[in-house]
Structures are given as structure tokens and as C-alpha cells.
């Protein structure tokens, strides 16, 4: 366990509310629960948030999730198969993702309910993730929408990472990098829940936070 997971661990396990009616003097309580503050304020800072302009229009937007150390290097994409093409059958395609941080934990903000995980992919060590491209089928009228259907990632070494989904859409522009010395670390996620008998679409558009260097300082 690295130095700032244990800090993390301390931080966590403090009950605030009981230190403060503890017959101890005001330097053990004051600092304590001044250091986990500002550690908790550090730990959950970003510095930008990178979006794309060609999500798809439907549902709704989850919560914001983000690394508890560290940084984003990898990611594994929740995807449904082909459902047969039928005039009853119904695609959603790209469900959800996980992006995978550097210290072993994964994140998701909101995941549609059908389809599995794929394999997990990593940028080169000790690249880390840094801008993204979406692959969305525009409104199809009256046929069967999709929504987003895949992704691309740009690693910090200029490497690319294509995720393993359909092929229904197209590819838009790249969102904005990262900020020099900033990588992805968080996630918003804009998900159609079940619709009955009506058209499903699950995943349809994605936010991705970044935050600077020093929020891994303890790796």
C-alpha cells in the first residue's frame, strides 16, 4: 500500500464528530481533522473537463466518479451483441465504460444494463489517458438508434487505443487534450435507462475529467 492510500485509509476511517467530544487538547483534534480537509479537497480537484460535440441527445447524465489515486491507463467498454438486424430486434451497442486508474481500482459513472465487459486496454507504461474520440450514429428516424456505439483514447505518449465495439456511426473529432502535465481521472457518463417497448439507445455521450501531476504525488 502506497504512502497516500494509507493517508487516504486514516482520512477515511476518522469520525470527525467523535474527535471533537474527545477529552484530548485542541492540536489533536484541530489538526487531524484540518489535514484530512484539505486532503480530501486535493484528492477530488480537476483542472478541466474534456466533452465532445457529437454525442448523441437521449438520457440522462450520471454521477461524476473519479480515481481515488492517481490517474486513468487503461479502460474496458460494457457492450451489447448484435441483436440480429430484425425489424423487432433492438441495438444499443456501447452500454457502458470503465476506465482502469493506475493504482489497480476502476471507475464507471452510469451503465446501461445490457451486453458484457470487454478486455481491458492500458496505454503503454507509464503513459496515462489524455483526450478521446466518440463513435456516434446520428438519429435514424423511424430505424433503430444506437447512440454511441465506441471510442477511441489518446494515451500521453501519442499512442491510440481503439475499443473493441460496432462499427455503426462515425468517428468525431478529437476532444481537446488534457492540460500539459494533466491526465484523465474521472468520468461523466449520459445514459438512456430501459424505454419498455420503445427504442433503447443505453450509452449515449461521455465527459471526462482531468487533474494535474501532483494528484498522483504519492506514487
Known amino acids: 500500500m502506497t504512502a497516500g492510500q494509507n493517508i487516504w485509509l486514516l ?16 492540536t489533536a483534534v484541530v489538526f487531524p481533522i484540518i489535514f484530512c480537509y484539505l486532503w480530501e479537497v486535493e484528492a477530488r480537484g ?9 454525442g448523441a441527445p437521449w438520457g440522462l447524465w450520471g454521477k461524476k466518479e ?9 479502460f474496458s467498454l460494457k457492450v451489447e451483441p448484435y441483436q440480429g438486424g430484425g425489424r423487432k430486434d433492438d441495438d444499443t451497442a456501447l452500454n457502458g465504460i ?37 463513435r456516434v450514429e446520428v438519429p435514424q428516424g423511424l430505424g433503430d438508434d444506437t447512440a454511441a456505439n465506441n471510442i477511441m483514447f489518446m494515451c500521453s505518449d501519442d499512442s491510440k ?3 473493441n465495439s460496432h462499427e455503426w456511426g462515425t468517428f468525431g ?3 481537446s487534450p488534457c492540460h500539459t502535465g494533466s491526465y484523465i481521472c474521472g468520468i461523466q ?21 482531468c487533474c494535474k501531476g501532483n494528484f498522483g504525488i504519492f506514487h
Open 11 to 26: 482520512c477515511r476511517e476518522t469520525d470527525k464528530g467523535a474527535l471533537l467530544n474527545m477529552d484530548v487538547s485542541i
Open 46 to 54: 480537476y483542472d478541466s473537463v474534456i466533452s465532445v460535440l457529437n
Open 66 to 74: 473519479f480515481c481515488s489515486f492517481g490517474f486513468a491507463t487503461g
Open 98 to 134: 470503465r476506465l482502469f486508474c493506475n493504482d489497480d481500482s476502476y471507475i464507471s459513472s452510469a451503465v446501461g444494463e445490457w451486453g458484457a465487459w470487454s478486455e481491458i486496454q492500458y496505454c503503454p507504461v507509464p503513459s496515462k489517458l489524455k483526450a478521446f474520440s466518440l
Open 161 to 163: 487505443l481503439k475499443g
Open 173 to 175: 473529432p478529437w476532444s
Open 189 to 209: 457518463t449520459k445514459v438512456e435507462f430501459p424505454q419498455g417497448p420503445e427504442d433503447d439507445t443505453a450509452l449515449n455521450d461521455i465527459k471526462f475529467y
